[in-house]
């Protein structure tokens, strides 16, 4: 069906927003286990930033688009992939417009990871939170340690389902383990502002 559309060139363009803005669109994807601190540390960046004059910012998360767009997915390798893509063209859409969005999700594999830097491209900055599985199995903010040791929950990533962490892919390395949560958010800013993404 592709061959039938045809995308509308709108006046107001990325470009034009970005310059009046005075920062670029991106999309800082957080990813790792659950409990690691990914939505903590989106949200707390995008908070950072907001509060910085005619920043444009946006949190994404996998709570909010399981919610909606992918409501009728489920947890199989298949379904998780699309969730993914699904999700990366939503973030693509925030980028496009010159926003700063922070997306938040586990992306247990590479693979996964990869497709979601095929949609976005440029705008896409890898990162990583990390945190031992110990660590993430005793903060377990959601209960979802819990419930999937109990069954209730299948294809956990951790228990029964894995996640490929490759330092060396990922543009950051936040480790929620062994640097405070305003070290992080520093970390970030300045990774913004030496790639030229916001104004110093």
């Given at each position: 069906?592709?061959?039938?559309?045809?995308?509308?060139?709108?006046?107001?363009?990325?470009?034009?927003?970005?310059?009046?803005?005075?920062?670029?669109?991106?999309v800082l994807w957080f990813y790792g286990l659950s409990g690691s601190g990914k939505s903590t540390l989106a949200n707390a960046v995008i908070n950072r930033l907001a509060s910085r004059n005619q920043i444009f910012c946006k949190s994404l998360d996998g709570d909010k688009m399981r919610g909606g767009l992918c409501s009728g997915l489920n947890f199989s390798d298949e379904d998780r992939a699309e969730n993914i893509r699904r999700s990366a063209h939503v973030a693509?859409?925030?980028?496009?417009?010159?926003?700063?969005?922070?997306?938040?999700?586990?992306?247990?594999?590479?693979?996964?990871?990869?497709?979601?830097?095929?949609?976005?491209?440029?705008?896409?900055?890898?990162?990583?939170?990390?945190?031992?599985?110990?660590?993430?199995?005793?903060?377990?903010?959601?209960?979802?340690?819990?419930k999937a040791d109990c069954g209730q929950i299948r294809n956990f990533t951790g228990l029964e389902s894995s996640f490929d962490f490759l330092e060396e892919e990922a543009e950051l390395v936040l480790d929620t383990e062994e640097e405070g949560l305003e070290a992080l958010i520093e970390k970030v800013v300045s990774y913004l502002e030496k790639q030229g993404i916001l104004q110093v």
């Open positions: 069906m592709t061959e039938f559309l045809k995308e509308h060139t709108f006046d107001l363009t990325r470009n034009m927003l970005e310059s009046k803005r005075g920062h670029k669109g991106i693509k859409l925030f980028a496009d417009f010159g926003v700063i969005c922070a997306a938040s999700f586990i992306t247990p594999s590479k693979k996964m990871r990869d497709l979601a830097r095929s949609i976005l491209g440029e705008d896409f900055v890898g990162c990583y939170v990390k945190a031992s599985f110990e660590t993430c199995q005793k903060r377990d903010p959601k209960n979802f340690y819990k």
